[in-house]
């Protein structure tokens, strides 16, 4: 996929300023006071796992189409639509750029050592889609060095799109927290269950009585949402939430039964067999003792299926990237786009596919080719193509210079050798790093090295 707009965004990453000096244990802090007070995003998530930074980035409306409503106009949907349906709105490209600014400034003046960030662009209001974006950190600097280009820097940053069925899950439930602490009313909050709450039972989750139009100044702060399937149609949603008041600025009749600051705990289940997806079912987890003080509510061991909550879905969540992944990927599409773009591969492949993996194994680790390649009918090889086919040696020249150029410039050196295999050829071959250079300095050709020639 090609994002021209969001290549420019990430051209900006490179002029931040990097004056101020941010403390490693204060990075996610850093980031969202930034965020917030220089370009007014709110709500920003920030993890680190390893030497992986990741960023949460809830937006409204991540895409210039409306998915939903294309969906409904079928066959009738514009051209233009469809054109722009995986494009960025420009609001959204404005907050992701704004975000980049804030992630490069800090990593740029921190003594931590990373190596990657992770941006999660989360459409949280409508599609659940996510524009996720990863870096390593040190192409930041070498691009602002003039060490690599602005070209080579935009092949290196991964683009892609993926659904978040947790952002979609919860959304009743934020969307019902949010209405809550801004119009606390029955009338206002019953859009967001199956069958509308009585008066009584929604003092006695909440612990506060419903109120009109007027703000109680209650406010209500989400935790970590955690999910998991009930069946097909229904999901369990883990739901802490901080209970946050000002007792003075409240009316006796408006004082909620729990004092501020308590921390409450709820499994809500929602039902997404239709739209508008909906509560069907409150369950508190805590409770008020006779002292006034809240307590947990006590399980069976068989029903206690809290254990594996670490296990269930979130909106955000982040792995540990490894160099020699990130490079796999990065060179499964690099060699994509550049065989896209090749004239003889247009003209001689029915289909093509080629992916790279990085292997870690005990005794070794290697970078593997795999490729899935076949010919059209029109060429005179009738028998199923081998790697040492005169158009397969193209494609794989290609993708090994490729190869070595990319992981060359990265001074990557932990792997033993790069493992070539077709689909169709039950042979696999090898080639070593110092063969690979030699490839690159054009002391070697491919097919000589893969029959064992050696040197030209």
Partial sequence: MSFRTLGLVLMGVFFASCTQSYPSDKIKESIQEICRKEYGVENIDVKINGKTIG?????????????KEMMLQGSTAKLEELENLFRPSPEALEQVEDVLFSISRVLL???????????QATDVEQTGLQLVLVGYVDDIKRVRLWDISREEYRKRVLHEIRLSRAAVWHRPVRSFFSTLEIRPSLEAVAQYFATPLAAELFE???????????????????GELRSTLLEPTQVLIHVPVSFEYDAQALQAEHKPRIPSG????YFFIVSFLSEPYQITKVIPLTFVD??????????PAELDIEKDIANWETEFSVSDIK?????????????????????????????????????EEAAKNYFSMEMDAKLKADTPWEQAPTALQEDVLHVMNLASREFVNVVRSYHFSDYEFLQLHLASDPASHVLRPDQLELLRRNKADLQGLLAGIGPL
Wanted: glycine share 4%.
């Fill in 55 to 67: 960023v949460y980035l809830p937006i409204k409306k991540l895409f210039m189409t409306d998915l």
């Fill in 290 to 299: 006779a002292s006034g003080q809240m307590k947990k509510m006590d399980v």
């Fill in 204 to 222: 006695t989750l909440f612990y506060t009585k419903p109120q009109g139009q007027g703000n109680p100044k209650i406010h209500w702060r989400l």
């Fill in 262 to 265: 308590s921390s409450l705990e």
């Fill in 323 to 359: 160099v020699g992944d990130f490079l796999a990927e990065q060179l499964t599409r690099r060699a994509q786009a550049l065989l896209f773009s090749d004239e003889r591969v247009h003209n001689t492949f029915e289909s093509l596919q080629l992916n790279f993996r990085y292997h």
């Fill in 109 to 119: 003046s921190t003594d931590r050592k990373l190596q990657f960030y992770n941006l």
